[in-house]
């Protein structure tokens, strides 16, 4: 099945099937305003099945990191409509981002860790959206997430005292700690040496089929796209290419 789907797309305003956790139609989006405005990302039009492991490549600048912060929302949407997990992000105000991010988790290159924390506070800090959790079932749930990384015996230690492929997985279980529906991964191997980067994506890779989420990752690293169930790739703000994977 292809991802860049030729058949026509749910419309902004009609429910969105099930299976879908990503689904965008004629996405557009500028930088700049007046005579700065720039368009970034040209008509883009996708899916994404719930439970994919999608692997997005292209050249640096190509719209990459952009495509995947507004799926993320990270920042708002402008033109076209982008469907994350049913809800409509096109036009959604700050606090409705905010409720949409809360099923999502987010893998960084540069890891973003707080060094004055400890790894395993730092993984809690990714439950502090979800106000039903106590403090001790959030130290509880950080605890395991380690434990299931292979970090059980670096939990209170502080991000200095970490190497890269560690710090890293920290960062998986930060994500994932919350059981989010959708993972999203920028250029997660970039900072690792080949094993270490491998180590991080298989464990992406386990950790989020054992839970059923989507994942989304760019990279550069072509090392580690046999991972994906998809390929698809950016080049100028368009979206050129997608293969399956066997």
């Known amino acids: 099945m292809n991802l860049i789907s030729s058949s026509p ?5 009609s429910p969105l099937p099930s299976h879908l956790a990503i689904s965008i139609q004629d ?4 930088y700049g305003v007046g005579n700065l405005r720039k368009q970034v990302l040209f008509n883009i ?6 439970g994919e492991i999608v692997i997005m490549t292209g050249p640096s600048g190509s719209g990459k990191t952009t495509l995947l912060s507004l799926i993320g929302c990270l920042r708002s949407a402008q ?24 099923n999502a988790g987010y893998i960084f290159q540069a890891h973003n860790l707080l060094e004055f924390l400890t790894a395993k506070q730092n993984v809690m800090m990714s439950l502090e959206l979800h106000d039903h959790i106590s403090y001790d079932e959030a130290e509880a749930k950080a605890e395991i997430m380690l434990a299931s990384v292979g970090l059980s015996d670096r939990m209170e230690y502080y991000p200095e005292h970490l190497s890269g492929g560690q710090k890293q997985r920290v960062a998986i279980a930060r994500a994932l700690v919350s059981h989010p529906k959708l993972v999203l991964a920028d250029e ?21 089929k054992e839970q059923g989420c989507t994942i989304l990752l760019v ?19 368009s979206l050129t290419a997608n293969a399956q994977q066997s």
């Not at 996405?27 to 500028?30: A, E, Q, S």
């Not at 039009?45 to 719930?50: F, W």
């Not at 990279?219 to 703000?237: C, P, S, V, W, Y």
Request: with cysteine; aromatic share 2%; hydrophobic share 35%.
């Open 9 to 13: 797309l749910p419309t902004p305003h």
């Open 27 to 30: 996405l557009n989006h500028f």
């Open 45 to 50: 039009n996708l899916e994404i099945q719930t």
């Open 79 to 102: 033109e076209g409509s982008l469907k994350i997990l049913g809800e409509e992000v096109c036009g959604a105000g700050k606090r409705r981002l905010m409720q949409i991010r809360r």
């Open 188 to 208: 997660p191997t970039a900072a690792l040496d080949k094993k270490s980067g491998r180590d991080v994506v298989e464990l992406m890779q386990q950790l989020a």
């Open 219 to 237: 990279t550069h690293d072509n090392r580690i796209l046999d991972i994906a169930d998809r390929i698809i790739q950016m080049e100028d703000g």
